[in-house]
């Protein structure tokens, strides 16, 4: 049993990582990556919210009539998202301006509605809460990683933290939308170069 | 009269919800690998766009703000559009089963495309009235189909050419989709 | 907190009223088996099902529509899995693989130019065609390759696709996906029912071949030392490969091209050596059969063309009986061939291989004296082959059948109604063909008490032998019109459908109409193939067979020249005995029954060599024949000796292995 | 029908709960959100403002209501005393509304510095009007008994090259800024009365 949680758990880091193996969750992975911390901002986010919404739907699977499943998926993940919007807004509110709309968009964010159906109305609650938190950790990881490049190339900055030194001329076609498709689109690429 | 040239203009090229707003990426990734079905996906997303601006409109403006409850947004909304594109599929199948069987496959696939939620939340952040939201709903979603289709075309002839093994498919996709987003820059400067 | 929780509540409560109606009012009935189909489908949506994914073969096969077998990539467990579900009978699917008809790559082939674009076939193909000069070839860039969702498909050395038949599964993607339709689903079935048409590769001996054997790959079998694939190849267009190997009038021969620089290849002495090499072993090698069907289909007439048509039907599934006059199978070969040129147990061996397939056979059953159309669908068959054919069979049998004989329901011979014979005539009366005799026929059938008369001519009012002073009241002619089909009940013809023909003989549209007659009178002097259909309990319809190459008019029955087969021939007999078999097998399939539009007939241009080059001139092997000594003893011994194994395989390889315009061509410096 | 019951119960509860849980949270997080907002909106113009100041005007603030809306009035206390106020007002611009926070010494009446909270004007033109400080400065020190006009209406203020409009836009803000506060002006001291600041700084 143990064995299992920890093998869900473990799935979402690489076997399974957003969005390069489940290609879904596209856009925040666009939209928020300008900035490392911004990236992380996002990911804690959707942990949270991914963590919270499996274990729920998990432990009402069995009371949902067929028909309105989707709906109420929403309305537990909608909740849980405005939690995090508003407790964003109120302690970490730059964090919260910079992602702007794409808070309340974590709603639609394919992944979350995803593990819910796929996994969590499936599985148990303990299963559930490790395969959301190994899928969002993993999605965390994965904007993380996106984002060092966009900032480091685009702003010439880490955290905030000038990384060359003065003479750099931003590439700003990195945190622009095209830096960001193709960017992704590489790394992408580079992964599949992983795969056997 | 104005407002509403410039309006969509900037809705569909300069703002282009897929392009520049990174929205409903999902899906322009999934359904875009063929001609047929990008159509259809489009005219489903124009269609559902439209109806949730409006809908979204009324529950913000009737139910929400004189509550005070615009925290509560997001839940409604989604829920709104949820329940609404449910209503129009079983109301499709039943009614009109020719048009369900263009668009129905593609209306579950709506519910989480983030478009139209961005797009509704957008209207609302703008403070649109009514017909403004309108019309921005129905530039935003003519603006998706565009790419779509544009992009669609783009993906046929790709597949003709010979892309080496780890770039295929998606990965491709999305630098192509970075080239797209490159050229639809140029219509920045079309309204300062 | 309190307005919160109310107007969610609210307006939760309002969208879920709204849906839960909605859901009531919208509601379409959903079989909750579609969805446990599609469940156990494979999910690729490649299409092979003939669904535009497997959605919507969930659906068809619960409503009926599409077999449960219809998945070509799912299991024999899934399938298993999915008749449970739908609780249908299973039907078993025969195998069928991809073939690509591309003999040549490009490397070999003659190009027009050199491509270097795309590497996708449907990109290359926008440049003139493509790179190679034959406008069918396969250019080679793997465009089915990427298509296939089994991955059975590679591109090979001489870049032409390899298939795997292991994988493959003939889900059909790549047929759909090349542009120049060369990789095509290949099955014995689908060999036995092919008709060469322009748009594939064929070499000129094959389109000679009035059976239309697959030569080219038959003799590469041989070369290759194959002989069993050899005689399964044969055997698909022709179950009389060892009577045929040594008395066929070999068009084949006349057509090869090796005619060009010296020698014809010895097509037919090598279709004897692998038949000679079958009867050595003592076994018939026999074309593997498709899953059984369920109709059954009574065959008159046990000739070269009636057994070869029930051995093929038998093939193709079907449960097939010959219903034979005499006492003896085997028809005009017994008589027309003397016995030091086909001996007699050459004959019995190969009707021994039709009988060993599983044809049965029953002997002296006349039909119109024994058996009628009628009591056979009574027994239960569900089509009739008339396959009378090869002989005039009413002068051969003048003395054996008593009046008023009569096979095919209401239809009589011209001749014996002006003999002044017995015939039973109704009140409605049709004459088909017989120039002037065909009035006093007329005559005849007014003074007999038919009511209408019509006689039907193909010829337009001037070009008939008919005046207008000519006829009498009460007889009608239609001019340029043809008999189409007739339909009864029982042994009575009720019904006959006419159409009319134009100047160059093909049917008008629309022109189609039903009249009532119960005599039909033929002008001809025997009777043509003819298939009769059980529409349902006891009534019927004919269907003719679909002509060959060779026929000039096509449309109608009972139309000059109209019997395919004649006795100048037997594989021209083979040949017929085939289109019926794939006539019939159209039928049952519910698809037309006529030939591919594009089949190549005697008059059409197909893209052909006129010389043949860089190809080195090798005398053909002669066959070894009996001494004159041991002739003289014993006429009767067969003359030919035939080729040994190593004669064989040396003349198989003088085939140029022909297809449209390539061949192969040898380094000559 | 029990379907349908049980299809709208799980709907209606679903949104209830839902609804009810984020009241909770909005409630609780209601204050700090309104904090973080006017700290990261305003909070930069009003430091600007109430230079040498010794509290936070952000926390110390008070609303009074003017009709059916309620204005916010931030507090700056110097040399002890709760002496100057700010209140933001908003005048029409180039591209649409212009937020302007004035602050106004009690006292003396007199402004004590001007700054744009809030605009859409056209970067490096019009937005000068938030950037430039010699644009705010002329603002400086001036008495609230006249009304502000810029050079080209006959009036006292040097207009942004290029940005006439987003300047008058700004002025006429100030003077919105200005109307207002002498209306509320008796209820505004009366509130500074007894004015007791939360972050006050010896």
């Known amino acids: 049993m143990l064995k299992r949680v920890f093998r869900e758990f473990i799935k979402g880091l690489w076997e399974e990582i957003p969005p390069f193996r489940l290609v879904l969750g596209l856009c925040p992975t666009l939209a928020v990556t300008k900035r490392v911390e911004d990236a992380i901002g996002m990911g804690l986010a959707v942990i949270f919210v991914l963590t919270c919404s499996n274990v729920i739907v998990s432990s009402v699977r069995n009371f949902i009539p067929k028909q309105v499943r989707i709906a109420c998926f929403i309305v537990v993940i909608a909740t849980f998202v405005t939690i995090v919007e508003l407790v964003m807004q109120a302690f970490t509110y730059h964090i919260y301006q910079a992602l702007g709309i794409f808070i309340p968009l974590i709603v639609v964010n394919c992944i979350l509605l995803g593990r819910a159906e796929a996994f969590a109305s499936k599985n148990g609650i303990i299963y559930s809460f490790a395969d959301g938190l190994g899928i969002g950790i993993g999605y965390t990881l994965s904007l993380t990683a996106l984002a060092a490049i966009r900032e480091i190339f685009g702003y010439g900055t880490f955290f905030n933290i000038p990384v060359f030194g003065p003479s750099f001329k931003p590439f700003s076609f990195m945190v622009k939308a095209p830096g960001a498709f193709v960017c992704l689109g590489l790394m992408l690429c580079i992964m599949n170069m992983f795969k056997k | 009269m104005d407002s509403y040239i410039v309006l969509i203009i900037s809705c569909i090229f300069i703002n282009n919800i897929l392009l520049m707003q990174y929205l409903g990426n999902c899906p322009f990734l999934g359904v875009s690998k063929r001609m047929d079905t990008a159509f259809g996906m489009s005219m489903a997303v124009v269609f559902v766009i439209v109806m949730a601006g409006a809908v979204t409109w009324v529950v913000n403006y009737y139910i929400l703000k004189p509550y005070d409850l615009e925290y509560l947004r997001t839940l409604s909304f989604i829920l709104v559009i949820a329940s609404l594109v449910q209503l129009v599929e079983m109301f499709l199948k039943k009614n009109i089963p020719a048009l369900y069987a263009g668009l129905g496959i593609y209306l579950p696939l709506i519910t989480t495309n983030c478009a139209v939620l961005g797009v509704c939340l957008i209207n609302m952040k703008e403070e649109y009235d009514f017909l403004h939201t309108l019309v921005s709903s129905l530039s935003y979603s003519v603006g998706y189909g565009l790419a779509l289709i544009l992009f669609a075309a783009i993906r046929e002839r790709i597949l003709l050419a010979r892309v080496p093994k780890p770039l295929q498919d998606t990965s491709i996709g999305l630098v192509t989709a970075g080239m797209f987003s490159l050229a639809f820059f140029g219509f920045k400067g079309m309204i300062h | ?669 | 029908m029990r379907d349908i019951l049980k299809l709208f119960l799980a709907v209606t509860i679903f949104s209830a709960v839902s609804g009810g849980l984020l009241s909770l949270v909005r409630s609780s997080t209601r204050a700090r959100i309104e904090y973080q907002q006017l700290k990261f909106v305003k909070g930069p113009t009003l430091k600007e403002i109430m230079k040498g100041c010794q509290n936070d005007p952000i926390t110390d603030r008070f609303k009074i209501k003017v009709g059916k809306k309620e204005e916010t009035i931030f507090v700056g206390i110097f040399n002890g005393q709760p002496r100057a106020i700010a209140l933001e007002a908003f005048g029409k611009g180039f591209h649409g509304p212009i937020g302007v926070l004035v602050g106004i010494d009690v006292k003396t009446n007199k402004i004590i510095g001007i700054g744009v909270t809030t605009h859409s004007e056209t970067p490096g033109v019009g937005a000068r009007v938030k950037t430039d400080p010699t644009f705010r400065a002329q603002f400086k020190g001036l008495p609230i008994t006249q009304t502000f006009k810029v050079k080209a209406d006959g009036g006292q203020i040097d207009a942004i090259t290029g940005a006439t409009i987003s300047s008058r836009g700004v002025c006429n803000a100030v003077n919105n800024a200005i109307a207002l506060y002498k209306k509320l002006r008796p209820e505004i001291l009366k509130r500074l009365k007894n004015f007791k600041s939360k972050t006050l700084r010896s």
């Open chain 3, 1 to 669: 907190m309190i307005e919160g929780l109310l107007v969610m509540g609210g307006l939760g409560a309002i969208l879920g009223l709204g849906l839960a109606i909605a859901s009531k009012v919208f509601y379409v009935y959903v079989d909750p088996r579609i969805e446990a189909v599609e469940e156990l489908l494979p999910g690729a949506n490649c299409g092979g099902c003939g669904y535009p994914g497997c959605s919507a073969n969930a659906e068809a096969i619960v409503k009926g529509e599409s077999s449960p077998s219809s998945c070509v990539a799912a299991s024999q467990e899934v399938i298993q899995q999915i008749a449970e579900i739908v609780g249908a009978k299973l039907e078993l699917k025969e195998p069928e693989v991809a073939k690509p008809n591309c003999k040549y790559g490009v490397y070999e082939a003659d190009r027009k130019y050199i491509y270097d674009g795309v590497r996708d076939c449907r990109a290359a193909i926008l440049i003139n065609g493509g790179e190679k000069e034959c406008p069918i070839g396969c250019l080679g860039l793997g465009t089915c390759v990427k298509a296939c969702p089994f991955g059975a498909l590679s591109i090979g050395p001489d870049r032409l696709p390899v298939v795997n038949t292991e994988k493959c599964t003939g889900c059909g993607t790549c047929e759909r996906v090349c542009p120049k339709g060369i990789i095509k689903l290949s099955s014995n079935s689908l060999a036995i029912v092919h008709e060469y048409t322009t748009d594939e590769c064929t070499a000129p001996c094959q389109r000679a071949c009035p059976a239309g054997i697959d030569i080219p790959a038959y003799i590469r079998a041989i070369r290759e030392g194959d002989y069993a694939e050899a005689l399964i190849i044969i055997k698909r267009s022709n179950p009389f490969p060892a009577v045929c190997g040594r008395i066929c009038v070999h068009p084949c021969e006349y057509a090869c091209r090796r005619n060009l620089i010296d020698e014809p290849v010895a097509i037919n002495p090598l279709k004897r050596f692998v038949t000679d090499w079958e009867r050595e072993k003592g076994m018939h090698v026999q074309v593997p059969r498709a899953p059984e069907r369920e109709e059954r289909i009574a065959v008159i007439g046990g000739g070269v063309e009636g057994l070869s048509a029930a051995y093929l039907l038998n093939r193709l599934g079907y449960n097939t009986k010959v219903h034979e006059a005499t006492s003896k199978l085997g028809g005009l070969l017994w008589i027309g061939l003397p016995e030091n040129r086909l001996p007699r147990e050459v004959i019995e061996w190969d009707i021994k291989g039709i009988l060993e397939a599983g044809v049965q056979v029953e002997l002296n059953k006349m039909l119109g004296k024994d058996i009628s159309v009628g009591s056979l669908f009574k027994e239960g068959y569900n089509a009739v082959l008339i396959a009378t054919g090869g002989w005039d069979m009413k002068l051969y049998l003048s003395e054996l059948v008593p009046d008023g004989f009569n096979p095919l329901p209401g239809v009589y011979l011209l001749i014996d109604l002006v003999r002044r014979k017995e015939i039973p005539i109704g009140s409605n009366c049709l004459i088909i063909g017989g120039g002037r005799s065909s009035l006093e026929a007329a005559k005849i059938c007014k003074e007999r008490g038919a009511k209408n008369v019509y006689i039907l001519f193909r010829s337009s009012k001037q070009d008939s032998p008919i005046r207008e002073e000519d006829l009498e009241k009460g007889v009608s002619v239609l001019f340029q019109t043809a008999l189409t089909k007739m339909m009864g009940r029982d042994d009575k013809l009720e019904q006959v459908e006419v159409c009319e023909i134009t100047e160059e003989g093909k049917e008008k549209e629309g022109s189609r109409r039903n009249i009532e007659i119960d005599t039909v009178i033929v002008g001809a002097g025997r009777f043509p193939e003819l298939i009769y259909v059980r529409k349902d309990e006891n009534s019927w319809e004919t269907i003719s067979p679909y002509a060959g190459p060779n026929v000039e008019q096509e449309v109608g029955i009972f139309r000059p020249g109209e019997a395919i087969s004649d006795y100048k021939a037997a594989v021209e007999a083979i040949g017929s005995g085939r289109r019926m078999a794939a006539s019939l097998y159209n039928y049952f399939r519910g698809l037309p029954v006529e030939p591919p539009s594009n089949m190549i007939r005697k008059d059409t241009e197909v893209l052909d060599v006129r010389e043949v080059v860089n190809v080195r001139p090798v005398p053909r092997v002669k066959m070894a024949e009996r001494s004159k000594d041991e002739l003289i003893n014993n006429p009767s011994l067969e003359i030919s000796l035939g080729y040994t194994e190593s004669e064989a395989r040396e003349e198989a390889k003088r085939c140029l292995q022909c297809g449209l315009i390539c061949y192969r061509k040898e380094k000559l410096n």
